[in-house]
């Protein structure tokens, strides 16, 4: 085995070497120490707390239009992590636990309108979204935090709102088209 000097470093031919600042630790040269210390405390476990997806399928679900002032049907239940995220009806949802969400929606509608979650019958006026012209989804995603268990979300055509929502039927071709309402709580 040969031994020769790199930048102050002895190194062998076969990649082991001592550093002239005497840490034994594999390290490129002096200058650069990768030396790795002891394994500290293990954190949080992270993910996803629960999750769950519901949705809509038209022309069925959803055929009658949406009022204002009315809550979006999303009858269907997708991918879901057990009970901490769940349905109280067609339009509805329980958020078991105080916690943070993350909540994102989306609705294909015939008219220029706007849709906002509520917490407990009452507007999240941050979460408005909408579009004045065209025949396109309503696409919405907000943060919401819980203050009490149990809390019920919904998707709402505000009331005041001229007119009531069309919900999409069988958009851009013959297929039914899908509305959905995700659930991620992430706190």
Do not use: W
């Not at 840490?23 to 200058?31: A, E, K, L, S």
């Not at 979204?129 to 055509?157: D, F, H, K, L, P």
């Amino acid at each position: 085995m040969n031994v020769y000097k790199y930048n102050g470093c002895n190194i062998s031919t076969d990649n082991t070497h001592k550093c002239k600042c005497k840490c034994d630790c594999d390290c490129i040269c002096c200058n650069k120490i990768y030396c790795q210390g002891p394994t500290g405390v293990t954190g949080p476990t992270g993910g996803l707390l629960n999750y769950a997806d519901f949705y809509a399928l038209m022309p069925s679900d959803n055929a009658a239009t949406v009022a204002s002032g009315t809550d979006v049907s999303f009858p269907q239940d997708g991918p879901n992590s057990g009970t901490g995220i769940t349905r109280t009806g067609a339009n509805s949802f329980n958020l078991a636990d105080i916690g943070v969400y993350h909540v994102l929606f989306e609705v294909s509608v015939d008219e220029a309108g706007q849709l906002l979650l509520t917490l407990n019958g009452t507007d999240l006026a941050y979460t408005v979204v909408g579009r004045a012209t065209g025949a396109s989804q309503i696409v919405g995603m907000a943060i919401v935090e819980t203050t009490t268990i149990n809390s019920i979300i919904t998707v709402r055509n505000p009331a005041g709102n001229a007119a009531a929502l069309t919900i999409t039927p069988l958009a851009g071709s013959t297929r039914p088209v899908s509305a959905h309402l995700t659930i991620l709580q992430i706190q």
